[in-house]
């Protein structure tokens, strides 16, 4: 608390916000092309900001600006991504398929979590997963085709499945 009472994290965020909104909106439309889009990543970078555990001390506000906006075009772009990939696959299937607004945007969110936890997982630990989970593999053929040993390959996919467990209580 500061001397009139009130919570000096918000403060420093307001200052932080009039001071480099218009920088980081510009910022964002240089990359995204679009103004819309930049305002609003803009406002989400500062809506990470205010809702953070724990501000870092700040010395170069605009790099801390920049690195959260950053990941959330990537966020962005993933989203874009897979709304693209689950669209093609709903185009692809012979009888159409009737999905509501809501049901879409469960879907979505579902796939982002998934890719997400995905993303999450170690690049051997993920390539092992996705090897028996969509390929079909026996844990021997992944085995062999990895170089690792049948142990190796059960320690990576309990990794990989206790991860789906923890999203599927999510």
Same mark, same amino acid.
Request: proline share 4%; net charge neutral; with cysteine.
């Given at each position: 608390?500061?001397?009139?009472?009130?919570?000096?994290?918000?403060?420093?965020?307001?200052?932080?916000?009039?001071?480099?909104?218009?920088?980081?909106?510009?910022?964002?439309?240089?990359?995204?092309?679009?103004?819309?889009?930049?305002?609003?990543?803009?406002?989400?970078?500062?809506?990470?900001?205010?809702? /953070? +555990?724990?501000? !870092?001390?700040?010395?170069? #506000?605009?790099? @801390?600006?920049?690195? $959260?906006?950053?990941?959330?075009? =990537? &966020?962005?772009?993933?989203?874009?991504?897979?709304?693209?990939?689950?669209?093609?696959?709903?185009? /692809? +299937?012979?009888? !159409?398929?009737?999905?509501? #607004?809501?049901? @879409?945007?469960?879907? $979505?969110?579902?796939?982002?979590? =998934? &890719?997400?936890?995905?993303?999450?997982?170690?690049?051997?630990?993920?390539?092992?997963?996705?090897?028996?989970?969509?390929?079909?593999?026996?844990?021997?053929?992944?085995?062999?085709?990895?170089?690792?040993?049948?142990?190796?390959?059960?320690?990576?996919?309990?990794?990989?499945?206790?991860?789906?467990?923890?999203?599927?209580?999510?």
């Amino acid at each position: 608390m500061d001397a009139s009472g009130k919570a000096s994290a918000p403060l420093d965020i307001e200052l932080l916000y009039g001071q480099h909104h218009g920088w980081l909106k510009n910022w964002l439309r240089g990359r995204t092309g679009n103004c819309a889009d930049a305002a609003d990543l803009a406002q989400d970078t500062f809506m990470r900001m205010l809702t /953070a +555990r724990q501000l !870092p001390a700040l010395r170069e #506000p605009r790099h @801390y600006l920049v690195t $959260i906006a950053r990941g959330l075009l =990537i &966020d962005k772009a993933r989203r874009r991504a897979l709304e693209h990939a689950y669209l093609e696959v709903l185009a /692809a +299937r012979p009888e !159409p398929v009737d999905v509501s #607004p809501e049901t @879409y945007h469960l879907i $979505i969110e579902s796939l982002m979590a =998934i &890719d997400a936890m995905l993303h999450g997982l170690g690049a051997r630990t993920r390539h092992i997963f996705l090897l028996v989970q969509l390929e079909g593999l026996s844990y021997v053929e992944v085995a062999r085709q990895t170089g690792l040993s049948v142990t190796t390959v059960k320690n990576h996919l309990g990794k990989a499945l206790l991860q789906c467990i923890l999203l599927m209580d999510e």
